[in-house]
């Protein structure tokens, strides 16, 4: 894998210095103002453990949602030939333009006691969804899934669809295709789109607060934590961002180095 | 033909000038409002009354929680004039060296709200310990979160609830969108939103009363458009609109 070393072109070289700049700045800017003094005692604060063990677990189980449901809507984005698949990318990727403040409350339209699914549930079954762990779950899925969605569609249409064509014409059925050929062929596309899901999931707020509510233990991850401290302590803001910060960028390097192997880390 | 430009331009400048001239000593410029979420439908009436009387200053008021307001301005926000939920909120500017002179203006009390028609039948207060009710409180931080504190604790009850909501108005929508049979806000929310909010009054509130400060800014870009929205506020018409809206005045 090793190129020669290419020499930036200079017409690069500053406005890409200026966009590390601009990105890495302002998380200076955090670590800096860091009162390190508090970060211990804010660690033992069973509130802040509770929040990053919510944060993570619901990430998790939005990226493990959307890799069931996603993966198989990439494919039908990328490969099949049925009409309106454009439309229907469009309406798929809605929740990236869509503030997610708008997003919570058209969950609630939905899925609430009053929306058109939850007054059903809550009718048939005694369910409720908001203000449960489960609306933080459904709340980060519906913001995260279209990162997986686009990775994986674009994956899908970078790979050569001829090794699918050679599986099919020795004989393998189109489940057996796409399981034993076009999964691996994609999969690190799909590592991709799991980490950008994940990540996009672990930082998610506005749907969340919105429609899960804030309640520790419950409802209150991370990023709820750190809003509802800006307003009391900045300083303890502060230090529960570094903390997330910390966590998800620890989360990130193991899982490039586990899963993505060499492959990932070209 | 230079000389005569030059006198144009000075008539042209004079009679600029002239148009301005009856309202010499009115404030012009900008003005920019930080007021907590729950004084949204009161100031805008203010606003209008304001601009009746200052047609040339660009008022500008933004909504939001108390407790953002007043980070923001401890930040550095170059706001002119901050009305608060509560003391403490002020306080917090106060101590940042920004609020010139607060003065309570008004003061709220909560009071049960339920989707319209009650549909799980609350009555009073003991109803937020209920387990099968859902029920949203402002967080602790929030002005109105501090007074349900207060009021709760005043009245031996532990409050079940299921979230704690950003600010007022926050918690109102969820009463709205009827995913909550219950909260606590403040008697002006409901008061405001009475098409689809029933309100059940809480005799112990009155004890647990938040006042309302208000202050210009260190810093205010105009200082006299500034004072001059303050004073309307506290002064007789102001009153009558924040008495009209449910608040009662000192």
Redesign the interface.
Known sequence: MTRPATRVPGPLLVPAALGVAFLVLPLLGLLVRTPWSQLAGQLAEPAVGQALRLSLVSATLATALSLVLGVPLAWVLARSRARGRSVLRALVTVPLVLPPVVGGVAL?LVL???GIVGSWLDDAFGI?I??TTAAVVIAETFVAMPFLVISVEGALRAADSRFEDVAATLGAGRWTTFRRVTLPLVAPGIAAGAVLCWARALGEFGAT?TF????PG??QTMPLAV??A???D?DAAIVLSVVLLAVSLATLLLLRDRWLGRAGAA | MRPLLVLLAAAALLAGCGADDPDADRPGGTLTVYAAASLIDVFERVEAAYRERHPDVDVDIGYLSSAGAATAISQGAPIDVFASADERQMQVVADAGLAEDPQVFAENVLTLAVPEGNPAGVTGLADLAREDLAVALCAPDAPCGAAAERLLAAAGVTARPDTYEEDARATLQKVELGEVDAALVYVTDAAARQQTVDAIEVPEAAAAANRYPISVLAGARDPAAAQAFVDLVLSAEGRELLRDAGFRTP
Do not use: H
């Open positions: 609630f609430g006691r009053q409720t908001p203000f607060i899960a509510g804030n309640f419950t409802t809003y509802l800006l307003q009391r900045p």
